[in-house]
C-alpha cells in the first residue's frame, strides 16, 4: 500500500502516484475520513462509499455489493489490507474514488455543499405539479428554493400562484420559495428533476407494461436534458422520476458523455450523479398490502425491494427468512396495484409522485436511508441506500440464494436495454 497527501487529504492505493506528496503509514491511519483510490474499477461509480473491506479488490461493481455472503468471500481473498483501513471500512468511514480526478470533482462539491438545496422540476404535469406540493410542505429543512419550468409558461405561473400563497401564519418565510425558470436557468441548481413524459397510455387503454411503453418516447426527451446537463458541466444530482426510471437514467448517464457527433467522450454527467425515483412506491405498495394481509406482515420489519420497478421488481417478504412463494405473491400484488387504480378510471401518479418522488429525494437530500436506483456494473439498479459526505453507501445483508436469483433475473433484464 502507498500512503499520499491530496489537498489535506489522506489517500491510500494500491498505486505507485508520481508528483504526489507520500506520507508513512503511521500517519495516514490517524486520518478520520481517509479515500482509497482504486483506477482497475471498471463500469463503476467514480466516487462510493466504501462500507466493506471487499471494495478494496480489484473487481468491478456488481450484485456482491448487495450480498455480504460474497463480499466477505471477495475479502478473504485479501492479504494485504491493513487491520486500521479494514476497521475503517466497516465503519462506512472511507470514500473510493476511481480517480485523482474524481478525488478533486468530490472535495470541490463537499466545499460547495451549503445547509439547505436548490431545486429545479422540469415538466409541470400531475406528477411534477404533485411532487412540488410534497417537497414544498415537507421539505423546508433540506430545500431552499424551488425552480418549476414547463413549456407551458401559464402553467407554471399557476402553480407559482398556487404553491406560494401556501404559509404558516407568521411564518412567512418557512417553505421554501417557488420561482418559475427558462430553459438556460435549468441546471443553475444543486438537483435538477426530471419529470418530463410522453406516450402516457390513456386509462383503459392499457396494453403490457405500461411504464415501458413510455421508453422510446421519453429517451428522446431525457437525452436533450442530458446534453443540457453537458453544456452546463452540471455537477449536482439528476434525479429521474419519469417512467421507467431505471432504463431513463442509463439513457441520460449515456446521452451526457456523448459529443455532437455522438461519440463517447465522457464529459458528462458522472454515473452516481444519476438516481432514479421509482422504487420507493413499490416498496410502500408492498407495506400497504402487508398491513391488510397477515401473511405478509414480516415484511413491514424484514422485507425489502430490489430492481426496476416494472414487471422484473423484486419484493422480499423478509431477507432474515425469506419464504419464496410468498414474496412472488406479494411481487405480482405490488406490480399490478396500479392497474388497480386505472380499473377505477384514474392514473396512478399521485403515490408515485410523494413515495418514490417527493419523499425519496427528500432522505438523500438528508443522506437518510431510501429506495433509489443507483449505478451498479453499468445499468441502475434499485436498492435501499444513503448518500453520505464518502459518496453513495449500497446497503448490504446476507441474500437468500433464491433472492439473490431473482436479483439476477433483475440485471440480466436491465442489461438487455442498454445502449
Known amino acids: 500500500m502507498y500512503y499520499y497527501r491530496i489537498q489535506d487529504r489522506i489517500v491510500v492505493s494500491s498505486e505507485l ?12 491511519c490517524k486520518a478520520a475520513a481517509p479515500v482509497y483510490l482504486n483506477s482497475k474499477h471498471r463500469n463503476s461509480k ?46 462506512g468511514a472511507i470514500c473510493g474514488v476511481s480517480s485523482v480526478d474524481a478525488l478533486q470533482c468530490q472535495l470541490a462539491h463537499n466545499n ?22 410534497g417537497l414544498t410542505l415537507l421539505g423546508d429543512d433540506v430545500i431552499d428554493s424551488i425552480g418549476i419550468y414547463d413549456f407551458n409558461e401559464a402553467l ?32 443553475d441548481c444543486d438537483v435538477f428533476v426530471f419529470c418530463a413524459s410522453k406516450s402516457i397510455p390513456a386509462v383503459g387503454n392499457e396494453a403490457g407494461d405500461v411504464r415501458m411503453a413510455q421508453l422510446e418516447a421519453n429517451t428522446a426527451i431525457i437525452a436533450q436534458y442530458g446534453q443540457l446537463a453537458r453544456n452546463a458541466e452540471f455537477d449536482g444530482l439528476f434525479a429521474v422520476v419519469s417512467d421507467p426510471v431505471d432504463l431513463l437514467c442509463q439513457r441520460v448517464y449515456a446521452a451526457s458523455n456523448c459529443n455532437a457527433k455522438g461519440i463517447w467522450d465522457a464529459n458528462g454527467l458522472r454515473p452516481e450523479q444519476v438516481q432514479g425515483y421509482g422504487l420507493g412506491v413499490m416498496n410502500s405498495r408492498a407495506a400497504y398490502y402487508a398491513k391488510q394481509d397477515a401473511r405478509f406482515t414480516q415484511f413491514l420489519t424484514e422485507g425489502r425491494a430490489y430492481g426496476p420497478h416494472g414487471s422484473k421488481l423484486v419484493i422480499a417478504d423478509s431477507v432474515a427468512s425469506y419464504h419464496h412463494e410468498l414474496s412472488m405473491e406479494l411481487t405480482q400484488k405490488t406490480v399490478q396495484a ?29 443522506g437518510e436511508w431510501h429506495y433509489s436506483a443507483n449505478y451498479l456494473g453499468g445499468i441502475y439498479m434499485g436498492c435501499k441506500n444513503r448518500s453520505t459526505r464518502y459518496g453513495v453507501e449500497l446497503e448490504h445483508l446476507p ?3 433464491l433472492l439473490l436469483e431473482r ?8 442489461k438487455s436495454f442498454q445502449v
Open 17 to 28: 502516484l508520481e508528483n504526489t506528496i507520500q506520507v508513512s503509514e503511521a500517519e495516514a
Open 46 to 91: 467514480t466516487v462510493y462509499c466504501i462500507n466493506h473491506p471487499a471494495y478494496f479488490a480489484e473487481t468491478d461493481e456488481d450484485l456482491w455489493c448487495l450480498d455480504t455472503a460474497q463480499m466477505d468471500k471477495i475479502a478473504q481473498s485479501l492479504t494485504d489490507i491493513p487491520d486500521w483501513l479494514i476497521k475503517k471500512a466497516l465503519e
Open 112 to 133: 460547495a455543499a451549503g445547509p439547505k438545496k436548490r431545486v429545479h422540476i422540469a415538466a409541470m404535469g400531475d406528477v411534477g405539479g404533485t411532487l412540488l406540493i
Open 156 to 187: 407554471c405561473t399557476r402553480w407559482e400562484h398556487e404553491i406560494n400563497q401556501i404559509a404558516y401564519p407568521w411564518q412567512y418565510h418557512r417553505l421554501p420559495r417557488v420561482d418559475v425558470i427558462t430553459e438556460e436557468q435549468l441546471f
Open 338 to 366: 396500479n392497474l388497480e387504480v386505472r380499473a377505477l378510471g384514474f392514473k396512478p401518479y399521485i403515490a408515485p409522485a410523494l413515495s418514490s418522488a417527493a419523499i425519496s429525494i427528500l432522505l438523500t437530500l438528508r
Open 399 to 401: 441474500l437468500p440464494a
Open 407 to 414: 436479483i439476477q433475473e433483475a440485471q440480466q433484464e436491465l
